[in-house]
């Protein structure tokens, strides 16, 4: 237990360098972002309820999934203490009744506006789309042993659990969270962080057999044949670094060992490369799961969480010859695939093959030349570390910290602006990843209206929490703060500029300039950008109803269009 203390008092600590919170602000944050798999910097600040009559509740966010009608209500409770008072969960049971069954008259005198508020969004939500549809997650953290509860704390944990578990809801959970629970958590954090997904392409003709699928005992295992230049582009690029973590031995090079030149020159050997397959052993895989898809057209393995466990050296020498352009078309690999979840399978297909241990990954997209080409350009070209994989700068300065840019707030940021897409960029963003979307967002050109772009965001998303506290009586004003960040920025993005379209590179530099040398020259665009979003929605009966749910639709982009366009 101390020496997982010691990790989360170091996490701590680095997360105060870093940000410069506090410490109880930093052990919270850090507490969200372990647990929902996120960001430090990801809770928002109208999502932080902590202060004047909390209830015992620091954090209250909800998440909805507008595709399907639900929504994750995640409720954290954070002490930066290393005990579990059975008084301060009895305080969050309390917590909870007043989010899910005090009437609106009572809940609304409290005096925390923050609480107030997103208790209406919860309820607003229930009362729109059915309990049984809200999945809620409760949270009580601390750096304490979580394996060591008090009598009074497990039984009071026991009479919340039950009342709530039969409030109707989707999911009702509710979770006492120590150091040492922090520190697993972090490890599947990271677990996942290193999950390799992939469609592989196989070789397949529907008029003869061209892949075995074998069963037994629970295990599935295919057979099959796939082009080396897919086994290259498998293992290409940060990918080498991480998939073949199993093997004990690393890659030896093209030109050594006693196997890796004879692989060389049979790929690149026009007259025996046909012959590949016969020659060579062929890869091992492990995964989670593979599904065979024997479209005679498209015949391929969709890959889950894959493991190369043999044939690190296959593998990369076929690489390295594709690299060199030498690698024949005609090249094919034997496969075998595995697939399980039982641990002790793997490690006995591990240990017989020689190699140990997971993988690491990254996600596909994160690896496209697009994407490499970007990241290039926002560091040369802007001195921005343009973010192709969660956490990929881990470790730096708070002053280096702030030249990191995420790639899909950079696409949001860019669909909200560019594409005049705030909607969608707030409540759709995954749509950014898909083949339409994507070819749309990451064109192939210079980057300058991407950066501005995000620029424009970031500033938007940072005054966010002084303008709540500037606002918290003005409950129009502080919706739009809270839940219109795009629109803001499309509408700011605007104002700052006087153009829709920024086509001339040297004008965009020039705003880039100008913005990142003083970034308030956006604050009285961003002001005005509030008020004018601010008359649309009064003009409107329905829209003041709920104001959450106007940045949901795209009735508000239309709007936005118009009044910014109605002078000419």
Known sequence: MPLRLSIINDRIEACITSSGDQPDVAFTKLANGIIRDCDYDDLQPEDVVDGGEDKQIDVLSLEEDPTNGVADLWIIQAKNSESFSSSALTLLGNGLSWIFEKSKAQYQTLRNVPFVRKIDEVREFRN??????????????????????????????????????????????????????????????????????????????????????????????????????????????????????????????????????????????????????????????????????????????????????????????????????????????????????????????????????????????????????????????????????????????????????????????????VKKKPTIARTQKYRIWDDEWYRQVFPEATVEKHVLAFLIYDYCLKSKKDALVEWRDDPVRYSIVSYGVFHLARTLAYRFTQKENWNDATETEAWIARVRAKPSVLKRHYKSAVSMIRRLIRKRPEWMENINNVFKATDIEGAINAELHKNG
């Open 128 to 417: 729109r789309c059915g309990p049984s549809n809200l999945r809620v997650h409760v949270f009580f953290v601390t750096k304490g042993n979580a394996g060591n509860l008090s009598k009074e704390f497990t039984d009071e944990l026991t009479a919340i659990r039950s009342k709530y578990e039969a409030g109707g809801f989707g999911h009702f959970s509710i979770r006492p969270i120590g150091a040492s629970d922090l520190v697993d958590l972090l490890g599947e954090q990271e677990r996942r962080l290193r999950q390799v997904d992939d469609t592989v392409p196989i070789v397949y003709d529907k008029n003869k057999p061209s892949y075995i699928r074998y069963s037994a005992h629970g295990m599935t295992g295919i057979i099959c044949t796939v082009k080396g230049s897919e086994i290259a582009r498998l293992v290409a690029g940060d990918r080498e670094k991480a998939i073949f973590d199993l093997n004990l031995r690393r890659y030896y090079g093209a030109e050594k060992g006693r196997v890796n030149p004879s692989i060389a020159a049979t790929s690149a050997n026009r007259n025996e490369s046909h012959m590949f397959w016969f020659f060579n052993n062929g890869i091992t895989i492990v995964c989670d799961r593979c599904d065979v898809v024997d479209d005679p057209d498209n015949a391929h393995l969709k890959l889950t969480n894959m493991q190369i466990v043999n044939g690190c050296q296959t593998s990369m020498t076929l690489a390295a010859t594709a690299q060199r352009g030498s690698l024949q078309d005609d090249v094919e690999v034997l496969a075998k695939v595995f697939e399980t979840t039982d641990d002790k399978f793997v490690s006995k297909v591990v240990l017989t093959t020689n190699n140990q241990n997971a993988i690491s990954s990254r996600d596909l997209k994160a690896n496209d030349q697009i994407q490499e080409d970007y990241q290039l350009a926002f560091q040369k070209l802007h001195s921005l570390r343009y973010e192709r994989k969660p956490r990929e700068f881990k470790g730096l300065s708070r002053e280096e910290n702030r030249t990191v840019v995420s790639n899909e707030k950079v696409a949001q940021a860019y669909l909200a602006i």
